[in-house]
Nanobody, 113 residues
Framework: QVQLVESGGGSVQAGGSLRLSCVFSGGPMDVMGWYRQAPGKQREFVAQMDRSGTPTYANSLNNRFTISKENARNIMYLQMNSLKPEDTAVYYC?????????WGQGTQVTVSS
């Protein structure tokens, strides 16, 4: 059974940093990533990493975010730097073990100007 637990969200001023964590269980995953959903908007892709460790990022991030994982501890991270008010959203951990997809409960990130 796949379970995902996110943590690390919070409130920060513009220009600050946060690191999100996603602890997962249920074995190795084909793809692991992060999505976000701002108020009144659709959920959007942020970053992902495939089984080989190759990362992919949303073009809009301009290299401010970094996805990584600790295989030995089954943890995935999203390091977010130079945060902007438009980064305010609920951030969701997402994993895929084909053909299934799983979501965490979400963690709120609020960036004030």
């Amino acid at each position: 059974q796949v379970q995902l637990v996110e943590s690390g969200g919070g409130s920060v001023q513009a220009g600050g940093s946060l690191r999100l964590s996603c602890v997962f269980s249920g074995g190795p995953m084909d793809v692991m990533g992060w999505y976000r959903q701002a108020p009144g908007k659709q959920r959007e892709f942020v970053a992902q990493m495939d089984r080989s460790g190759t990362p992919t990022y949303a073009n809009s991030l301009n290299n401010r975010f970094t996805i990584s994982k600790e295989n030995a501890r089954n943890i995935m991270y999203l390091q977010m730097n130079s945060l902007k008010p438009e980064d305010t959203a609920v951030y969701y951990c997402n994993v895929e073990r084909y053909p299934n997809q799983y979501w965490g409960q979400g963690t709120q990130v609020t960036v004030s100007s």
